[in-house]
Every structure is written in structure tokens, then in C-alpha cells.
């Protein structure tokens, strides 16, 4: 069952994803070489439980972190480590807060200094498919017109679409209805209503689309060990149109980066 949010539920849920937006720009500031991911994940934690919020993430399905960070090759649920952040790096941030009873849910794949043309080029790439999937996020559409246009975008630029993880609906839960595939027909799934919320994330891969799950029960590689990209926005639908609950700005402000890319979508409500 697809729970469509009012007004203030649609506030509330605001709030929650962009503390997690506030989160993920907090540790942009810190991600460099030689700091560990565990690291990252205890200043996430505290950062979170600061600003009187639970990680989503700890201890959800017996998860034991309160981020997934997922390095390289590794597509999502990364265990944080000891090991260090390497320069060339790419490391998915993977992060969740919940707030007013709300959950939010948002993730960022950052640089780690000088990276490799080809893999800066998934990044990008990725990211853009983002928001491809977001603008057809439209009262009357349907999910299948999301999942098309990521699909659509990154295939057509020779990179593999992760098929066995998809994104979600959001709200009081972390995953609700609907399923939100990165792939799929257009004008196929369920129509696209005013309070719709859900959680969009491309998962693309610079190889094969194929992946391996792994014996903890939650690290996800690419098959053929090369890199992933993984982006993710909190969207609601209000007024017929998409509207972003999380937001970069925070990532792009540590990072320095200059963008009107959420220009489109955002609404003060």
C-alpha cells in the first residue's frame, strides 16, 4: 500500500531528510586520504543523535553502522572499516536520520582527490540520471517513466544498471511502497499521485551491470570489480510536480562546487 503524505506530514519529512542532508555535508568536510570510514560513521552518529535524531540505519535488519559506505567497488551497504581513504578514491555515503517520527534517506558518492577521467565520467554521468529520474517524478506518470529515463541515460553512455537493488517509497518507514527500479518500460508500474514520496537512487556501474552479494549479508560489489556510482534524493510530489526533502547544498558548499542543478525542484512549502 502506497501512504500518500499531507501538507504537514510532507513538512515533517523535510525536516528529517535534510538532516541527513546536513549530515552528508558535515562529512564532506572531513573525507580526505588517511581518515578511516569508521571514523566517519562515529561523527555521523553523534552528528545525528546531536541534533535529536536516531540514525536510520543502525541496527535496521540487524545493520550494525549508521552509514553504509561503500568504496570503489563496492555499490551499497558498505561496512564503514578501519581501513584508510585512499587518493583516486570514489566512496559512496550512504545515510539515514529519523526525525519527527520520519525517516530520511540520501546518499552522495564523493571524489577523493585527483580520480581517474573514466571513473570522474560514471559520476557524472550517474548523478545526471538522478535528476532525469526526478523530473518525471509528475502527478499522472507512472513509476516505470522514472526507472526508463535512468535507465535510458546511463545505458546509452555504455555503463551497467545495477538491476537487483532499487530505489523506494519513504515516509514513517525507511522502505515503503513503491518499488522504484533504475530500469524499466515507459508508461509501466503504478501512477504517480500528489503525496507521493520516495526515495530515487541510481546505482551505476562502470562495468557489467552485474553484482556479487557478499557473506555479511549486505556488501554488494560489481561483479567485474570496477567502480559504482550511487546518488539518492528524497522526492515528494506536490502540486503535480517534484519536490526535492534533501538537497547537495550542504555536499557542495564543503566541496566548493557551484551548481543549479535542484534549482527546478525546489519549493518553500
Not at 88 to 103: E, H, P, T
Not at 198 to 219: Q, R, Y
Request: glycine fraction near 10%; charge should be negative; include cysteine.
Amino acid at each position: 500500500m502506497i501512504h500518500l503524505k499531507n501538507i504537514d506530514e510532507l513538512r515533517l519529512m523535510k525536516e528529517s531528510a535534510r538532516l541527513v542532508s546536513r549530515t552528508l555535508g558535515m562529512i564532506a568536510k572531513e573525507i580526505k586520504p588517511g581518515i578511516t570510514t569508521l571514523h566517519l560513521d562515529k561523527l555521523a552518529h553523534d552528528f545525528i543523535k546531536d541534533h535529536g535524531a536516531e540514525p536510520a540505519f543502525l541496527g535496521y535488519g540487524g545493520f550494525p553502522y549508521s552509514l553504509c559506505i561503500s568504496p570503489n567497488d563496492q555499490v551499497v551497504h558498505g561496512f564503514p572499516s578501519k581501513e584508510e581513504i585512499k587518493e583516486g578514491d570514489v566512496l559512496s555515503v550512504d545515510c539515514g536520520a529519523i526525525l519527527n517520527g520520519f525517516v530520511g534517506d540520501h546518499a552522495y558518492t564523493f571524489e577523493i582527490g585527483e580520480v581517474d577521467p573514466e571513473t570522474k565520467k560514471l559520476l557524472k554521468v550517474a548523478k545526471e540520471s538522478l535528476y532525469k529520474g526526478i523530473e518525471q517524478c509528475v502527478r499522472g506518470k507512472r513509476i516505470g517513466d522514472i526507472s526508463y529515463a535512468i535507465q535510458n541515460h546511463c545505458e546509452k553512455q555504455g555503463y551497467g544498471v545495477v538491476k537487483e537493488l532499487v530505489g523506494h517509497g519513504v515516509g514513517r518507514k525507511m522502505h515503503e511502497d513503491p518499488q522504484v527500479p533504475n530500469y524499466g518500460r515507459q508508461g509501466s508500474g503504478k501512477v504517480i499521485k500528489d503525496g507521493l514520496t520516495i526515495a530515487i537512487e541510481p546505482m551505476i556501474n562502470l562495468g557489467t551491470e552485474k553484482v556479487k552479494f557478499h557473506s555479511d549479508g549486505w556488501t554488494v560489489t560489481t561483479l567485474d570489480n570496477k567502480p559504482s556510482a550511487h546518488f539518492e534524493h528524497d522526492v515528494a510530489v506536490i502540486n503535480g510536480k517534484p519536490v526535492l526533502l534533501s538537497t547537495f547544498e550542504y555536499v557542495y558548499e564543503a566541496l566548493g562546487i557551484v551548481s543549479d542543478e535542484e534549482k527546478a525542484f525546489q519549493l518553500d512549502f
